[in-house]
């Protein structure tokens, strides 16, 4: 049963390019959430989604990003027009049910550079 | 989520016990204790949960306290691949889970 999938692992972009982050939840699961972590600090929650729906994205920037779980495929971050600051590592996690007793489980992350 | 207080690093040496304590004194009746790590910059890794009941997997040990206000993650045998840091974690909601500044636990040989 593989895990959370995340790619690219490694993502270089130019200022003003756009940066497209993809995750594929573990096998059964419908509930995706994506995280930023910037160099040296902690995991910030960005948006929790499930198939088709956004349930919670108060942590997401309110320009440039988007997010997308569509009924087919995997979970698609957008960071449109991408600048220096949005450097940073961004994590998927996945969990089968959406109760406090569910563990959700984290993919290795795509480590975004803007040059 | 409620708040918790972590302790910002510890050391253990290897293959003794690392026993890594989480208060969360404002923690409600159906709300459960997490923990995840961190090793350098992978994705994190989760560990193990539980509501009032000390829990135990293949990875660690789970002790909460009668009155829920704290906890404790044992290690039973510190690895140097344990080192990473901690997250001690309650959920309030499904929709989320709020990571703090964590322990930073570094096992010595």
């Known amino acids: 049963n593989a895990g959370v999938m995340q790619n690219p692992r490694h993502l270089v972009r130019r200022r003003g390019q756009e940066a497209r982050l993809r995750c594929s939840p573990m096998?059964?699961?419908?509930?995706v959430y994506w995280y930023r972590q910037l160099p040296e600090e902690g995991l910030k929650f960005m948006v929790y989604?499930?198939?088709?729906?956004?349930?919670?994205e108060s942590g997401m920037p309110k320009e440039r990003f988007s997010a997308e779980f569509p009924k087919e495929g995997p979970s698609i971050l957008r960071i449109q027009q991408v600048v220096r600051g949005d450097s940073a590592a961004y994590f998927c996690?996945?969990?089968?049910?959406?109760?406090?007793?569910?563990?959700?489980?984290f993919g290795q992350g795509t480590r975004l550079t803007v040059v | 989520d409620a708040k918790t207080t972590q302790p910002p690093s510890m050391d253990c040496a290897e293959g003794r016990a690392a026993n890594l304590p989480c208060n969360h004194s404002?923690?409600?009746?159906?709300?459960?204790v997490y923990w995840y790590r961190q090793i350098h910059s992978q994705g994190p890794q989760y560990i193990i949960h539980g509501l009032k009941n000390n829990e135990t997997n293949e990875m660690a040990s789970l002790i909460i306290t009668e009155d829920r206000k704290s906890s404790t993650l044992i290690l039973p045998h510190a690895t140097l691949r344990d080192t990473a840091v901690y997250y001690c974690?309650?959920?309030?909601?499904?929709?989320?889970?709020?990571f703090g500044p964590g322990t930073s636990l570094s096992v010595i040989p």
């Open positions: 989604l499930q198939k088709e729906n956004i349930i919670d």
């Open positions: 096998k059964g699961h419908s509930h």
């Open positions: 404002t923690i409600s009746g159906n709300e459960y």
């Open positions: 996690a996945s969990s089968g049910q959406d109760n406090l007793n569910t563990e959700a489980f």
């Open positions: 974690i309650v959920r309030t909601s499904y929709d989320k889970v709020i």
